[in-house]
């Protein structure tokens, strides 16, 4: 929580304060206090979106058709969509700056020190 505060650059408290506030707002979509389909969707995507920003994801590097390493590519669009949306006043770059209304708070964990989890990730076959 702490890493997530600095990251956006805001105090340690406020971003307790919207991560109780987003718990509660995800609380009132279901009777039961849960999310529903679509909430979990939206939280999957948002997590895939911060972990290509931060982490990247691993490219194939191919040298005369040949596949001969990896490289790792990070997301510069993804990152700048991240902090335009978590701090609008400083990165929107003179866009409507107000914050998003009551209802719609914004939640963001990032475990910096998640480094490499060993390649579980799937991808497709180069080869077809």
């Not at 911060?50 to 058709?65: I, K, T």
């Not at 490289?71 to 902090?83: A, P, Y």
């Not at 020190?113 to 497709?124: I, K, L, Q, Y």
């Amino acid at each position: 929580m702490a890493a997530a505060a600095r990251a956006a650059e805001i105090p340690l408290d406020a971003a307790r304060r919207l991560r109780a506030q987003a718990r509660d707002d995800a609380a009132g979509l279901s009777g039961q206090g849960e999310l529903d389909e679509l909430g979990l969707a939206v939280a999957a995507l948002e997590s895939e979106a911060v972990r290509r920003a931060l982490s990247g994801v691993e490219v194939p590097v191919f040298h005369q058709g040949r596949e001969c390493g990896n490289t790792v590519k990070h997301s510069d669009q993804l990152l700048m969509f991240l902090l335009k949306t978590l701090k609008p006043s400083r990165y929107a770059g003179g866009k409507d700056t107000t914050p998003p209304g009551p209802g719609r708070a914004v939640e963001l964990l990032i475990d910096l020190s998640a480094g490499d989890d060993g390649g579980d990730d799937e991808r497709a076959d180069p080869s077809g």
